[in-house]
């Protein structure tokens, strides 16, 4: 694919979503004020460094707690990470995800898409729990929910996030949780 033809695509996908989001979704929840919400679920994480790479599956967590603005924008501090095992006998835990400033968008009354921006982060912590290896760098998370419930509460959340948390490691993730919002 040509370098001008990349352009016109990304364009266009930022287009589609700026007309999304500038357009409030019809009949959509309308919360005000305070939210705070938690879910779980199956999670995957594919690490690459330096030519070689590596992937596990493990438990999804997701963390958000912030506000609701104007007509429906939700702004909120976000924690996602997935935790699994370790193929190598040193490491016990792999905890990859990232921390940072979300936000969530309707645009239909039980679709919304999120996105954040923060700090992405690999631990590894080593047999035994004694010594931890703690990367971080840049993360980003992008997504949607799906209402499941009229109350606005139950939610299924689908999160593909990317972090660089040092210097020729990238960590890509994909996570699939059931969550449950308070507003």
């Not at 979300?102 to 010594?131: D, N, S």
């Not at 509460?153 to 996570?175: A, E, F, H, I, T």
Request: overall charge neutral.
């Amino acid at each position: 694919m040509t370098t001008r033809r990349r352009r016109i695509y990304v364009f266009l996908a930022l287009a589609f979503v700026g007309g999304l989001l500038s357009t409030p979704a019809q009949g959509a929840a309308q919360r005000s004020g305070f939210i705070v919400g938690f879910g779980l679920g199956p999670g995957y994480n594919r690490q690459s460094y330096s030519g070689s790479s590596g992937s596990q599956t493990g438990v999804a967590m997701d963390f958000h707690l912030g506000g609701v603005v104007g007509n429906g924008l939700e702004i909120y501090w976000m924690q996602k990470a997935t935790y699994s095992g370790s193929e190598d006998s040193n490491i016990s835990l792999v905890a990859s995800g990232v921390g940072g400033i979300g936000f969530a968008y309707p645009v239909t009354p039980k679709v919304y898409l999120h996105g954040g921006i923060g700090r992405g982060v690999l631990i590894e912590v080593e047999e035994g729990g004694t010594q931890t290896v703690d990367s971080e760098g840049l993360g980003l998370v992008g997504g949607g929910r799906y209402e499941l419930d009229e109350s606005g509460r139950w939610m299924l959340n689908l999160d593909v996030m990317y972090g660089k948390p040092s210097s020729g490691l990238n960590v890509l993730g994909l996570q699939l949780t059931i969550n449950v919002m308070s507003h």
